[in-house]
């Protein structure tokens, strides 16, 4: 899966002969799952149409600010399109449009557009090669770069002039690549190993029965996914869950019961430089497991049940640089008990559930935490998806690693 998929991407087409592989280039970004708006200078029509960007795109295109089929009275909103995209990439950017932008001119859509945008702007000159290597262009493309925006260099080759050299915009595959190497580059977890249990185990009482528990694993795989998408190395170890993930970052080590959940934790925790652990774990199991299913040839039956060692809590004893974070389901007392948790176990944070909260805990698609540091530092917030819960639990952890 491409670190585009699902991005807003906004491209801005200025009047350049490379225009026509702006056509390849949106096709590109939407196969590799992004969201794709698209902008033109008025000249830019001149080398690829409306229609083609239009459909490939499949969203309306627009060059003025007003919308011409529209007898003009419907506003072509640049602060809306600014602020919808999650990056902007200016291909092919001419000489004229760079000076622009580098200038604050802003007599287009597009410049506008580039002058509210919030997200990070890519930009692809494309010009002949004396252009290109015009003390002026030098200015544009430093004074572009002080900004802050991020240049995709262009590439020598044989140009429209029939000139050889540099200028020719980069082949929209070397765009595409070039983007995604940016991004991945930056994410915060990069080169992080995430360690993560998740779900339920099951204990063996015989060879059809367990005890078990109702956790849907779903507060673990989405800490994986969202960790993943940080670009995190994740190994997520699981008991017995419907979930399922595909993703080139995520190992999934399944599991049964919690010894296995131990065995595999401390594997691989000397190499992890985050561990959170959401699993359910059974807290007792069966001290004997039964060879044949057990007969119901009595009217009572006592299984006597042995402790299952507490993996957060040996994990919080023997670690050094790990940051290390674990689940705490209260009913009562919420705080404190969590707070003694987080001490006793040798956390770094420590996420509060309340089965008081509505919506909150283990088989609801939705949760409501808390957040307890090692400082004794809370943060509440409110009920999310899981998906989005993940994503806080996240950008906690990621906030006290910089710290
Ligand atoms: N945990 C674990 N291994 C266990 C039991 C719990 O790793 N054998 C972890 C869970 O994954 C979770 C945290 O410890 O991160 C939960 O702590 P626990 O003390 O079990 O608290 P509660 O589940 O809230 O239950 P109780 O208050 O009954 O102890």
């Known amino acids: 899966m491409s670190i ?8 801005g087409i200025s009047a350049g002969i490379a225009a026509y592989k702006t056509a390849t280039l949106v096709r590109l970004f939407i196969k590799a799952g992004a969201n794709v ?7 830019a029509k001149d080398f690829v149409t409306p229609l083609t960007l239009s459909t490939l795109s499949k969203n309306p295109v627009h060059s003025s600010f007003t919308n011409e089929d529209d007898d003009n009275d419907t506003w072509n909103n640049h602060v809306e399109l600014g602020l919808w995209a999650d990056f902007m990439v200016i291909a092919p950017a001419t000489a004229n449009t760079m000076s622009k932008m580098a200038n604050g001119t802003c007599d287009n859509l597009l410049l506008a557009t580039y002058l509210s945008a919030k997200c990070p702007v890519y930009f692809a000159p494309a010009m002949d090669l004396d252009m290109y ?12 770069q002080d900004f802050g925006n991020i240049l995709i260099p262009a590439e020598s080759g044989e140009l429209a002039s029939g000139l050889v050299g540099e200028g020719r915009m980069a082949e929209p595959e070397h765009i ?29 009482i015989d060879p059809v029965r367990f005890i078990g528990n109702h956790s849907s694993g779903k507060m673990g795989f989405e ?28 190992q999934v080590i399944p ?14 925790f000397a190499k992890c430089d985050i561990a959170i652990l959401s699993a359910a774990v059974s807290d007792y199991r069966p001290k004997h497991v039964a060879n044949q299913k057990i007969k119901k040839n009595t009217d009572d039956l006592v299984l006597e049940l042995v402790k299952n ?29 969590a707070k003694q948790k987080l001490k006793k176990k040798n956390l770094n944070l420590i996420v509060l559930n309340s089965l008081n909260d509505k919506g909150a805990g283990f088989k609801s698609q939705t949760n409501k935490i808390t957040l307890i540091d090692n400082k004794e530092r809370i943060s509440e917030f409110e009920l999310k998806s899981k998906a989005d819960v993940a994503v806080d639990i996240l950008n906690e952890i990621i906030s006290q690693l910089n710290e």
């Open 4 to 11: 585009l998929s699902g991005k807003n991407i906004l491209l």
């Open 37 to 43: 708006k698209v902008v033109l200078t008025p000249s």
């Open 133 to 144: 290597k015009h003390a002026s262009t030098k200015t544009s493309l430093n004074k572009l």
């Open 176 to 204: 595409l690549s070039f983007i995604e190497n940016d991004i991945l580059g930056k994410l915060p977890l990069k080169e992080k190993t995430v360690l993560i249990t998740a779900g339920p185990t099951y204990e063996a």
């Open 223 to 250: 800490i994986a996914k969202a960790a993943a998408n940080l670009g995190a190395n994740v190994i997520l170890i699981t008991g017995p869950t419907n979930q399922s993930v595909t993703h080139n970052l995520i």
């Open 255 to 268: 599991v049964i019961s919690a010894q296995e959940m131990y065995q595999e934790a401390h594997k691989y």
């Open 309 to 337: 060692k507490d993996i957060l809590a040996s994990l919080g004893a023997i670690k050094q640089h790990q940051f290390l974070v674990g689940f705490a389901l209260e009913t009562n007392n919420e705080l404190e008990n």
